[in-house]
């Protein structure tokens, strides 16, 4: 469901900032959008640089909430999934990928890790016939630098 403070007309947002028109996309399903600034961008990269674990996850959060509210590409699954991982320690959690909806990325420490796949593979895939979990429906990873361009002859970083 569309949140009311997103439509156009409103003042401002569950964030306190005000909606701004979206960009135009040619769809007209987008017309008349409204945009919040939720998206985690330069502000959530740098929060993973050191000690920002939980403004991140607050990021990320605020993300999954704009995409399933403001943008209604969520999906109750992938909200539940979204829930389990927050339920379980994770310090944030959001949808992902090409098309808004099959998987999702949870933010946590590594100690946290096993508990957190734990909670997913008990409370959402095993009832689903699926507790296999890691490896086929969830991985674990380290944070990283990104992909970097590299020049013959130069070194890296």
């Known amino acids: 469901m569309r949140r009311p403070d997103a439509r156009p007309g409103s003042t401002s947002t569950r964030s306190g900032s005000p909606p701004r028109p979206c960009p135009p996309t ?20 740098r929060t993973t640089n050191g000690r920002g674990s939980a403004t991140f996850g607050r990021l990320l959060d605020a993300s999954h909430q704009s995409l399933r509210d403001d ?6 699954e992938l909200d539940r999934l979204v829930g389990l991982a927050r339920e379980a320690g ?24 096993p ?7 008990e409370r959402f895939y095993a009832p689903r016939g699926a507790a ?20 013959p002859g130069a070194s890296p970083g």
Not at 26 to 45: E, F
Not at 71 to 76: A, Q
């Open 132 to 151: 296999d979990g890691v490896g086929r429906h969830m991985f674990t990873a380290e944070p990283s630098a990104g992909a970097e361009v590299l020049t």
């Open 90 to 113: 994770a310090a944030g959690a959001r949808l992902t990928g090409a098309g808004f909806g099959g998987s999702i990325v949870a933010l946590c420490r590594v100690e946290r890790a």
């Open 71 to 76: 943008y209604e590409v969520s999906h109750p």
């Open 26 to 45: 040619g769809s007209s399903s987008w017309r008349g959008a409204w945009c919040t600034p939720r998206s985690p961008g330069p502000r959530g990269r």
């Open 115 to 121: 508990e957190v796949v734990a909670a997913l593979r």
